[in-house]
């Protein structure tokens, strides 16, 4: 029998699993899977704590419809019945500038203005930099083809103000204090370059969009309440109604039900927690997975489903040009911090999701997520408010290293001064996330494609996870379904060649 190891017991590890677990068995190969996983935890930065009937995800609280992959394993491992939309009589988003907090106007698709009413009577952009943003639609494309920073291209697109405003806190939120100056949007945001590229014009290219898309077009996502659904059940191209959806969505007992529910699925004798891999080695057969205290583990193949930096250790006496360039690819360190306060002492009217936190505000948080107002059933009752305050930052390294106290003083000085609040939270939990998010920095594709190339050369060794195409919940989903599938097509065919 053949046998895969997996290194990585995260969301892309546990994927990775159940792929090999039920293609397997659907196809009739005889292929057994082990996965090691160094904490006692599986989940990685997917994280749910229940506590006084308050539900606190600790690691991304959501993910975003546009990317399949959560939905697939939901349908796979049954929780599609679980799934949270937005609570959409709360929704909007706000920007801290200039100590005030402005809402972002209707119809801004990503950072891109569609409607002009909306976006003219907002106090958040001035007007110069309003007519800055409108120059989009005059401005020449970029013919050259290579990387530029997202910084660069938001620049050049709609102007500074678009940046410092906008773009720059809104991709924060998403890629885990990245800074524009550094990152990629080649490997970020490549949609982008083909609106440009297409369009010649990204304002030109979301009213495009809006015109070919009749489900609430002031969505950058496309989904609105119901819409039909094509090739769905009955006789062929046969609509169905389509459940709603949000651009955001969740689970209702946080996104830890997707990992409960794929362990659930997943035969839990294959699954070895407390076991940290040290090494790799080739052999005659596959490759050798050393482990701390412990016997080599023989594989025929092994996807490495763990952070870059880890996997640059494993992987640096096999294949040392690889680990090179994974040790390249950087990690930002953040903080999740979860506080409920009684909702009589919070001052502040609390309208929408949240608000996010420019860098030019030279605040110590990045943004806030009224959690309870966003989601239904995050707090036990409507007395309280549960809030999500996000750290981190290279500016704010310090505070994440100082430890649980200085974090949760930062985040209540910042939140008195944003929203008048004074009291003592009656719960309050931080989570800090020491380089745990990975950076796409220019020449971020170049890389990857260098790990690939260097793959080549060691049959049976795939990599997968948020290092590479993708950090987003969805990403890393189809990152492990997609390296199992590899590695079952390898095994398959190293027992063909043998067989013959």
């Not at 839990?268 to 050393?290: F, K, M, N, P, Q």
């Not at 994440?400 to 939140?415: F, K, N, P, T």
């Not at 969805?474 to 990152?479: K, L, P, Q, V």
């Amino acid at each position: 029998m053949k046998r895969v190891v997996i290194i990585g017991g995260g969301i892309t590890g546990l994927s990775a699993a159940l792929h090999l677990q039920d293609k397997a068995r659907e196809r009739g190969l005889a292929v057994d899977h082990v996965l090691l996983e160094r904490d006692r935890r599986l989940g990685g930065k997917i994280l749910t704590e229940k506590i006084d009937g308050y539900v606190l995800d600790a690691g991304p609280d959501c993910f975003v419809v546009e990317k399949p992959g959560v939905f697939e394993l939901a349908e796979r491992v049954g929780v599609s019945d679980r799934l949270l939309c937005t609570n959409e009589s709360h929704k909007g988003t706000f920007v801290l500038s200039g100590g005030r907090l402005h809402q972002l106007p209707e119809g801004l698709m990503l950072m891109v203005p569609t409607r002009i009413l909306p976006f003219l009577a907002s106090p958040l952009i001035s007007w110069p930099g309003k007519l800055r943003m409108a120059l989009d639609l005059v401005l020449p494309p970029r013919r050259d083809t290579g990387d530029e920073s997202l910084e660069s291209f938001v620049v050049r697109r709609l102007g500074r103000e678009a940046l410092d405003k906008i773009a720059e806190p809104l991709v924060s939120g998403i890629h885990g204090a990245a800074d524009p100056a550094e990152m990629s949007v080649l490997a970020s945001f490549p949609r982008f370059i083909k609106m440009e590229q297409e369009h010649g014009s990204l304002i030109r290219a979301m009213l495009a969009a809006r015109k070919g898309n009749p489900i609430r077009p002031e969505r950058p996502d496309g989904y609105g309440s119901k819409a039909p659904l094509p090739g769905a059940a009955g006789a062929p191209g046969a609509s169905v109604e389509r459940p709603r959806r949000t651009f955001f969505m969740s689970f209702t007992g946080g996104m830890g039900d997707l990992v409960e529910a794929a362990l659930a699925h997943l035969d839990r004798g294959r699954i070895r927690s407390g076991v940290t891999a040290t090494r790799l080695e080739r052999t005659t057969t596959g490759y050798a997975i050393h482990v701390a205290g412990g016997e080599p583990i023989s594989a025929d193949a092994v996807i490495v489903a763990a952070p870059s930096k880890a996997t640059a250790r494993l992987v640096a006496d096999l294949a040392p040009d690889i680990a090179a360039r994974l040790a390249e690819i950087r990690l930002a360190s953040t903080a999740v911090v979860s506080v409920a306060y009684r909702r009589a002492d919070i001052p502040h009217p609390l309208r929408g999701f949240g608000f996010i936190v420019p860098g030019a505000e030279r605040r110590k948080i990045m943004g806030v997520t009224y959690s309870s107002l966003k989601w239904n059933g995050r707090a036990p009752d409507d007395t309280t408010v549960l809030l999500r305050v996000f750290v981190g930052g290279a500016r704010n390294l310090d505070l994440i290293r100082s430890g649980e106290a200085g974090i949760l003083a930062a985040v209540r000085q910042e939140l008195r001064s944003i929203l008048g609040i004074t009291a003592e939270p009656v719960l309050a939990r931080v989570h800090p996330w020491l380089e745990a998010m990975h950076q796409y920095t220019l020449g971020h594709l170049d890389r990857v494609a260098a790990i690939e190339q260097g793959l080549s050369r060691y049959p049976g060794l795939f990599l997968a996870g948020g290092a590479y195409r993708g950090v987003g919940v969805g990403d890393c989903i189809r990152s492990g379904f997609n390296a199992a599938e590899q590695a079952l097509a390898h095994v398959a065919a190293a027992a063909t060649a043998g067989a013959g």
